[in-house]
């Protein structure tokens, strides 16, 4: 069965620094796919970003970008300059070939002060 | 161009009572999904639906659970007989025609339910 491990349950940055939030997965399947959405303190899923396993390139959307080591099995994601909008949970998640659906970690908490 | 839609956003039943989630898709979506979060935790798969068929509902509890996504209106996670470790966020998220590990599956604002 896939698995997604979050290991930060929270991080903290100063406004308009960057972040680094962790994300490692494991899979046998050759062909994936991995997201991350954010969750405010309203409490919807926000769709982020997502990478391709056979993408030749990091993912970029805006101030997110997607850190994709396939040998490593990690898909950190950046945000740059960060903004007090950004102070939310962040999940990582992941869809095999074979299946229908994500795989979701636990999450972390991203708290952005002044 | 609305998001998936899902309604009620917040649901309050007493014990034993049945509670009845509802979600539209995105317009041109014909997959719809059903995740549960509970507390301080991830999404949970729990079903997935296309029109009028059941596709994968591995994650859901064989017991007082059930989905629809019928040719006509919105997809119905109902939950009978309700208990309190029902209480939890309920999420329903869509995607387009099913091409593989590219599908971005787009989530609708959730419903709380609160199990008194």
């Known amino acids: 069965a896939q698995k997604i491990t979050q290991t930060q349950p929270g991080m903290f940055v100063q406004e308009k620094e960057a972040v680094t939030l962790d994300c490692t997965y494991d899979?046998?399947?050759?062909?994936?796919?991995l997201f991350w959405y954010k969750q405010p303190s309203s409490g919807e899923m926000i769709f982020l970003i997502y990478q391709g396993s056979y993408d030749q390139q990091n993912a970029t959307e805006g101030r997110y970008s997607l850190n994709f080591q396939k040998a490593r099995k990690s898909a950190n994601l950046v945000i740059s300059a960060s903004q007090l909008g950004d102070s939310a949970m962040y999940f990582c998640a992941h869809l095999d070939s074979g299946y229908s659906t994500l795989t979701f970690g636990k999450g972390t908490m991203l708290l952005v002060s002044p | 161009n609305a998001g998936v839609m899902q309604n009620p956003r917040h649901l309050v039943r007493r014990r034993g009572q049945e509670a009845r989630l509802r979600c539209s898709p995105m317009?041109?979506?014909?997959?719809v999904y059903w995740y549960r979060q509970l507390p301080e935790e991830g999404l949970k798969f729990m079903v997935y639906l296309q029109k009028e068929n059941i596709i994968d509902e591995s994650g859901m509890p064989k017991e007082r659970f059930s989905a629809e996504f019928p040719k006509e209106g919105p997809s119905i996670l109902r939950i009978q007989q309700v208990v309190r470790g029902d209480s939890a966020a309920y999420f329903c998220?869509?995607?387009?025609?099913?091409?593989?590990?590219?599908?971005?599956?787009?989530f609708g604002p959730g419903t709380r339910l609160t199990v008194l």
């Open positions: 899979t046998s399947d050759p062909s994936y796919g």
């Open positions: 998220a869509s995607s387009p025609l099913r091409q593989g590990v590219t599908d971005t599956q787009y």
């Open positions: 317009k041109g979506h014909s997959h």
